[in-house]
């Protein structure tokens, strides 16, 4: 295997890590989606390293040269977390619903004006006399 | 005890209906001061029902918020109705309200936490080996960080004062978050004491680390101190120790 080849599959793997890391402590990544980004990134550095594991690792799937055995690890870790990413996504997308609804439900119930701020002087005798409305009719 | 302070018990809850009502009464007979909240998780049990009939106030996220979701809304609550005093007694039934009367003692000016241990004298508290392994990785860790010995660091048996109820209605750690946040404390310039609890071992429901997610548990608590150490300071208030000392040029 080329000495070129490893060097930049070191470097690369190293600089994933570090800055992995370092947006963690930015608090720009939360540890909960960091962990996968961590694994992938020292499995990677790993097999960048130790060309016997490597070697191993692409006799035993039958891949020629080496090297591209490390493309095939890396392509298998970043189809595992977009995976990953579309159910946190998912979840997301369920959890923004209900939070919506939840707010559409409660704004009907504080009253549409004093929901959206009612800053407007002229708007609160309006207000206030809806108010006295629903207050009446509850 | 200074009668005068208001003092609030945050009860987080997941699917607790089988100890929660034991837990607000308990809480009622041996500490009437505190006015009870019960943070409901989402539970899919009866938990928020039994937690009302037994006299408490139910706050419901929508969703699911995991253990430090659920009790920052407890902070939050406490910041924002002016809460003197919060302690935070699991709704599993674990920890004992005769007890938080030793919190409440240990609480002094200076002291911003009070954490209940099991871990102070030995032979305490017989939890299975690998779960106390974990503790006491996680304590032997932290006490080097602060530089105070720190005992049992995942207790959630706590109770704070305003200054705590601040710093973490602002920012509490978002999965498993007991054992950062004693490392946020100390980083905010905050102090912490420990005092002898007894904990039962849990009335029921599930806890929120089963055996398989132990392993993850550990890597995330170790990752998040280890990293929570690059951080940088925090802001300093007027009043506290500044950073560099600007006495030396004097």
């Not at chain 1, 963690?24 to 962990?35: F, G, H, I, P």
């Not at chain 2, 200074?2 to 007979?29: D, K, Q």
């Not at chain 2, 253990?67 to 609550?77: E, P």
């Not at chain 2, 004298?121 to 080097?144: D, E, M, N, Q």
Request: aromatic content about 8%; overall charge neutral; charged content about 20%.
């Amino acid at each position: 295997m080329d000495i070129r080849i490893q060097i930049v599959a070191i470097v690369g793997a190293g600089g994933l890590l570090l800055a992995i890391l370092e947006l963690v402590r930015r608090r720009k990544l939360l540890e909960r989606y960091a962990l996968l980004w961590l694994f992938s990134g020292v499995v990677l550095l790993a097999l960048a390293a130790w060309r016997g594991a490597l070697e191993e690792l692409a006799q035993l799937v039958g891949i020629a040269y080496p090297p591209n055995a490390l493309f095939f690890v890396a392509f298998a870790f970043v189809l595992l977390l977009l995976l990953h990413f579309s159910v946190a996504v998912s979840r997301l997308t369920d959890q923004t619903k209900v939070l919506a609804q939840r707010l559409a439900l409660l704004e009907e119930r504080v009253g549409p004006a004093r929901a959206a701020g009612a800053v407007d002087d002229t708007a609160l005798p309006e207000l206030e006399a809806r108010e006295s409305v629903t207050s009446g009719s509850g | 005890m200074a009668s005068a302070r208001t003092a609030l018990a945050v009860v987080p809850a997941y699917n607790e209906s089988a100890t929660i009502e034991g837990v607000i009464r308990s809480l009622r007979v041996h500490a009437p001061q505190f006015d009870v909240l019960v943070i409901d998780d989402s539970s899919t049990d009866d938990t928020s029902r039994l937690a009302r009939a037994a006299g408490a106030r139910v706050v419901r996220p929508p969703f699911n918020l995991g253990i430090g979701g659920a009790v920052q809304t407890g902070f939050v609550y406490a910041l924002e109705a002016g809460y003197d005093l919060m302690v935070q007694v699991d709704g599993d039934g674990q920890h004992d309200p005769k007890e938080l009367s030793k919190l409440l003692d240990t609480m002094a000016p200076g002291v911003d936490m009070v954490c209940g241990s099991r871990f102070l004298t030995k032979g305490g508290y017989l939890a299975p080996i690998s779960r106390r392994a974990g503790i006491h990785v996680f304590a032997w860790l932290l006490s080097r960080f602060i530089g105070q010995p720190v005992t049992d660091p995942t207790s959630g048996f706590r109770l704070y004062n305003r200054r705590a109820i601040k710093l973490f209605a602002n920012d509490y750690p978002h999965d498993y978050p007991e054992v950062e946040a004693v490392l946020m404390l100390h980083h905010h310039e905050l102090t912490m004491c420990e005092v002898e609890v007894h904990m039962f071992q849990r009335g029921g429901g599930s806890s929120s680390i089963s055996s398989g997610k132990s392993a993850y548990y550990m890597v995330k608590v170790l990752l998040a101190l280890f990293i929570g150490l690059a951080r940088k300071r925090p802001i300093i208030t007027a009043g506290d120790k500044a950073p560099v000392s600007a006495g030396a040029r004097l």
